[in-house]
């Protein structure tokens, strides 16, 4: 949510920040704006996107040190004036934050009450104000920001430089966070690694409460108590490249049509086709302590959480344990009992969501086991959890995810292979599901093969004012995937229902004008998912069917049939179209696809 770049060497820096912001726009954009350090603070900043920004940024904007943000409005509606940076009244500091700063309002108060005048609505100009009381008598910057931030309660990443200190950049997280990059005689920051790869694989994760130093010759991190911490960098293995567009028409498109690949990769190396297990080294747990679980408690937000789903349901089936899946978002705040022999599973692609990053702190704090489901190597969440899977996906940019939700449920059927196996699936239970693994990369190409029809299919009923997805079971959280899809991107109003709850209340809302889209696999609720149709149909409903059979006309008015692999891990496959649906009604509806309207990628505010 937001992104930060800041840099400090020999090049020109309003070319890297603005390079850097535009790999971060996906993470926030309603504003962006940069400061460069050179005889004084130069500022430019706008609302709109950092195209809109470089628009503005004049040639001879020149100086080697400075720092950018772009903006997903929290407080205050996005405007040139909300935009980041935010300076001091004197224009000698200049800050850009992520996060919620909670007694901004108290803060601010005091502030201009001591002379200070605010030129914003923004919790962040705040920070500019309260570093510029104090920069003047600290011996350096970073005490200055220490001491400031001493008096600030709620979340952040910041960057800050002083016009009197042009060598450094000073940077802190408390919930929000912050990267280092380390190149040849430079430095760079950032919120995310996506700013820093073109430049460096070299980095550094803050951790909460630590505060670095920048310098074009190397950085200096502190702990809490402003003693020296040592850090190891570490070599990320994402490219450049991973964030082109790579000819497609949008990143949403070229993530939903990389999932033979990203399933491939996190399959990669995993399965042991002579005792047919899984291997998961991650999970730090041996077979005694895998087994010894009589609870799987998942939790995650939006579509991790469906994924979650899916996930309880295979352990549930293949391994027997009672698993259940939980917004994160809740989890955190209703002070959940935390059992020993529970084993807490948390997913996140960014592995930066404070929602669940918070849930996860509680567990740990209560003493729970918590294993991560985690693309982004080095997260905090990944460096949270006491062990867990990484899934390779590779980045996602566009803010819908795809490719991570498929190998999230893929990373959920090799957990629930581990833990069968070390209590009673049988070997050839475990031989099924190995090899349907196996399977799915090019079944997942044979999904992809359909996207014409479901092209078709979307500019059909992509001008429904409402539609309803509905499933059963393994097909529920499909389901809820792809009303989530959907309306995100499409801005298309869905809902979804188990299809056995329609009855229940939601049929009342079925006619022509609101089809249906139904998750109907060939598993042993067919009888009764075809009975559903039959009630939609009743009521004039329009039936969009996406399973592993054509139906009778009388039962829908259009179906998609996808592979068949085994009825566990159906859901996999049955949740594409659903992507290719949504992607092809906000392409014919004219919408933002990558960007759609007030959403980020990565919500690290609270
Ligand atoms: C939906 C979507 C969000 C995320 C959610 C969690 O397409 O992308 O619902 O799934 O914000 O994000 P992560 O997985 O990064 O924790």
Redo the contacts with the bound molecule.
């Keep these: 949510m937001c992104g930060i770049v800041a840099y400090v060497g020999p090049k020109d820096a309003a070319p890297i920040l603005l390079e850097g912001l535009a790999r971060l726009e996906y993470r926030g954009y309603d504003s962006a704006g940069l400061v460069i350090s050179n005889k004084g603070l130069k500022m430019r900043k706008v609302k709109g996107r950092v195209a809109d920004l470089a628009a503005v940024v004049p040639a001879r904007f020149k100086g080697t040190l400075g720092i950018g943000h772009t903006r997903w409005a929290t407080h205050g509606a996005p405007s040139d004036a909300n935009a980041h940076p935010h300076l001091s009244t004197d224009e000698r500091v200049a800050v850009v934050h992520n996060g919620v700063i909670e007694n901004a309002d108290e803060l601010r108060a005091k502030l201009e009450a001591d002379g200070a005048v605010f030129v914003s609505e923004t919790d962040t100009e705040v920070l500019a104000h309260l570093i510029a009381r104090t920069v003047e008598e600290s011996d350096s910057l970073e005490e200055a920001v220490r001491t400031a931030l001493k008096r600030v309660v709620g979340t952040y990443g910041i960057a800050v430089i002083d016009a009197r200190r042009p060598g450094e950049v000073v940077v802190a997280r408390n919930g929000s966070p912050i990267v280092l990059g380390i190149g040849e005689k430079e430095m760079f920051a950032a919120s995310d690694v996506a700013a820093l790869v073109r430049y460096t694989r070299q980095v550094v994760h803050l951790e909460d409460g630590e505060l670095a130093v920048l310098r074009a010759d190397g950085f200096t991190t502190f702990g809490g108590d402003a003693r020296e911490t040592a850090k190891e960098p570490l070599t990320v293995d994402w490219e450049a490249g991973h964030y082109d567009t790579g000819g497609y028409e949008h990143y949403l498109l070229k993530e939903i049509s990389e999932q033979p690949e990203t399933v491939a990769r996190t399959l990669r190396g995993r399965l042991d086709d002579r005792f047919h297990i899984a291997h998961l080294g991650g999970l730090n747990m041996d077979a005694r302590e895998s087994r010894s679980f009589r609870r799987v408690k998942i939790i ?5 959480y469906y994924s979650g789903q899916i996930g309880a349901q295979l352990i549930e089936e293949l391994a027997r344990i009672p698993a259940d899946a939980e917004p994160a978002s809740e989890f955190r705040y209703r002070s959940p009992v935390v059992e020993p022999d529970t084993l807490y599973v948390a ?7 404070y929602d ?1 990053l918070a849930a996860v702190q509680e567990l740990k704090r209560k003493g729970g086991r918590v294993l991560g489901i985690v693309n982004t190597v080095g997260s905090a969440i990944a460096r949270e959890c006491d062990g867990g899977v990484y899934l390779h996906a590779g980045p996602e940019v566009s ?3 795809t490719k ?1 939700f498929t190998s999230t449920a893929v990373a959920f059927a090799l957990l629930a292979l581990h833990l069968g196996r070390v209590r009673d699936l049988s070997p050839a239970d475990g031989r099924r599901i190995c090899e349907g693994l196996r399977r799915l990369p090019r079944q997942i190409e044979e999904v992809l093969a359909l996207e014409p029809q479901i092209k078709e299919l979307a500019d059909k009923y992509a001008d429904a004012a409402s539609m309803m997805f509905v499933g059963r079971v393994r097909g529920y959280p499909v389901a809820r995937e792809g009303a ?2 959907l309306k ?1 991107i499409s801005y298309v109003h869905a809902e979804a229902y188990p299809a056995s709850e329609l009855k229940h209340g939601p049929l009342a809302l079925i006619g022509p004008e609101t089809p249906t889209v139904a998750i109907v696999p060939d598993d042993e609720l067919l009888d009764k998912n075809l009975t559903t149709l039959g009630e939609i149909r009743a009521r004039g409903g329009r039936v969009l069917m996406v399973g592993h059979r054509t139906a009778d006309p009388k039962l829908a008015d259009d179906c998609v049939v996808v592979p068949r692999n085994e009825i566990e891990l159906d859901p996999i496959l049955l949740t594409i179209p659903l992507q290719l649906l949504a992607y092809h009604a906000a392409v014919a509806l004219g919408r933002d696809v990558d960007k759609p309207r007030n959403l980020a ?3 690290t505010v609270e």
């Design positions: 995650g937000c939006g579509s991790a997913i996140s692609q960014s592995g930066e969501t669940t803010v819908a995810s991570a989530q899809k995100e990628k990565s919500v």
